[in-house]
């Protein structure tokens, strides 16, 4: 497994790791990716090792990141080359680095108010059977590291994503934007003139979609 893919595979299933791994372990891994000198075929080697060992057995990352799992120093001769192995490695541990530290992170206190709504952790949803790590909901990583997906976003009696929710937050990009979309769902809404989550449920739900149309519109 190229470097790459092991990145591409961590990001898909980040937000459900963060909320299985213990924060003792993640310090561990924090320090590592915050390494200036030293080999990066090591560096990833160990942090890739380190978050397999932390989840349980029969996690699909884990069985993806087996005893098979090698990271190779010599290319494939037989292919052209853009960048080195070390490259590649290297930017695992960058993006590792880009995982532990999220833009989805509030920056300081002004975000609280949208965490303050009520919310179901990564961890309890996907308890309850579901992929937290779905790109086409919020989710939003609070001060202690806790990842919390607004409870707007779901059906009250089947707790699935409301088909609204999840075309409004594809449209807005909330895998990129969470903080931003969070704040369009729960903010007073000129267009609207009410805030777009109160429609959730009502004859005015039917407008929403237009209304994410509207702001895009104005970006």
């Keep these: 497994m190229e470097p790459e893919d092991v990145l591409a595979t961590l990001r898909a299933h980040w937000d459900e790791i963060r909320s299985i791994i213990d924060l003792r372990l993640l310090d561990q891994i924090r320090a590592l990716a915050e390494e200036t000198t030293g080999d990066p075929v090591r560096i990833a080697r160990k942090m890739v090792r380190l978050v397999r060992a932390a989840l349980p057995e029969g996690h699909p990352v884990s069985e993806l990141f087996d005893d098979n799992v090698r990271f ?9 080359v853009t960048r ?9 541990v960058a993006g590792f680095a880009n995982l532990l530290h999220p833009a989805s992170t509030p920056p300081d206190d002004a975000d609280d108010w949208l965490l303050a709504a009520d919310s179901v952790t990564a961890a309890d949803y996907r308890a309850g059977g579901r992929d937290p790590g779905d790109p086409d909901l919020i989710r939003l990583t609070d001060h202690q590291g806790t ?3 607004p409870a707007f976003q ?3 009696a089947s707790g699935r994503p409301l088909p609204v929710v999840v075309a409004v937050n594809r449209l807005l990009d909330a ?13 007073a809404n000129a267009w609207l003139d009410t805030v777009p989550a109160r429609l959730l449920g009502t004859d005015g739900e039917r407008t929403l979609l237009a209304a994410a149309r509207a702001e ?4």
């Design 72 to 80: 190779t120093r010599d290319g494939d001769a037989s292919q052209p």
């Design 84 to 92: 080195t192995p070390a490259d590649g490695h290297a930017a695992l």
């Design 147 to 149: 990842v919390r997906l």
């Design 154 to 156: 779901f059906d009250g």
């Design 175 to 187: 895998a990129d934007d969470p903080w931003g979309v969070a704040d369009w769902w729960l903010g």
């Design 216 to 219: 895009i519109a104005e970006w």
